[in-house]
């Protein structure tokens, strides 16, 4: 078990669980890393992480807060918009880029029971999202949450990971209004692994399996999460009703460095020859 969120115990822990056992709803606390990126859409100049905010519309009265995360570059400008916006809360990050250390930055700040990862580069298409988020976390077999991710052309970007051959993105580039693929794209289900663009995960259970590994600060971060949630007996589900417009990796280079690679099959190799919740996809 590893502790490392400062004042955290095994007791504290233990309260906590027993908390999400009443008939209230979890809190949702949504923890986003930024380093207040601003990219052309239609044109367009316009900053990710504030349009992804804007987006939530009446989605954030659901939520308990938000919590962004900032490099020390970021913009002022984009850092006084932030503190404008309704239940933000910011942290500040001043280490080299480690997507997973700034998630795990996010988290210790996060003060809800259930904390949603989401990338800056993202749109929130869907409604209802906070309330399918708490819904799922009634099951207290469901270790980890996400959703259905698009281009901004309406295609797949991502419907959960598969784990044969190798870790990877299922459903990429497939038409989700497609009625070949509905089975597989369209229905709320079990899958193999979660993007980290958009992976739920309560907050005790993240604390529990140590957060995100800082040995992989680019890549295989959100592979090695839900591996890790695994083993602790629970489930990763596809919810297909949660839809978010993801812009991909335009803040940062999307290679997959060669150390993370190795580390990721070091780890959890042994389960990538065969993954039962990756249907076949029709071409």
Not at 184 to 207: H, K, N, P, W
Request: net charge negative; aromatic share 8%; proline share 7%.
């Amino acid at each position: 078990m590893a502790y490392w969120f400062v004042g955290t115990s095994p007791c504290a822990l233990g309260e906590a669980r027993q908390k999400l056992t009443t008939s209230q709803p979890p809190t949702v606390s949504v923890v986003i890393p930024t380093c207040g990126t601003s990219m052309l859409v239609g044109g367009i100049p316009q900053i990710l992480v504030i349009e992804l905010l804007k987006s939530f519309s009446d989605e954030v009265n659901a939520l308990h807060e938000i919590v962004v995360v900032v490099d020390a570059h970021t913009p002022q400008e984009v850092t006084d918009a932030l503190a404008e916006l309704p239940k933000v809360v910011l942290e500040s990050f001043n280490e080299p880029f480690n997507f997973s250390k700034k998630c795990n930055a996010g988290a210790r700040r996060a003060t809800g029971d259930i904390i949603l990862f989401l990338n800056d580069d993202m749109l929130a298409k869907s409604t209802g999202w906070v309330a399918e988020i708490q819904q799922q976390f009634n099951n207290p077999s469901v270790g980890g949450v996400g959703g259905l991710l698009l281009t901004p052309e309406g295609l797949v970007q991502c419907a959960g990971h598969a784990n044969a051959p190798r870790p990877h993105i299922y459903g990429g580039g497939k038409d989700p209004k497609d009625p070949a693929f509905q089975e597989q794209l369209m229905a709320t289900r079990e899958v193999g692994g979660l993007s980290g663009a958009c992976f739920a995960v309560r907050r005790v259970d993240y604390i529990e399996v140590g957060g995100m590994c800082e040995e992989l600060p680019s890549s295989y971060n959100d592979v090695d999460l839900g591996f890790k949630l695994k083993e602790l007996g629970k489930k990763l589900t596809y919810v297909p009703s949660i839809q978010f417009v993801h812009y991909e990796s335009i803040s940062r280079d999307p290679a997959v460095g060669e150390e993370e690679t190795a580390l990721i099959w070091r780890r959890w190799g042994r389960y990538f020859e065969h993954d039962p919740f990756a249907p076949f996809l029709p071409q």
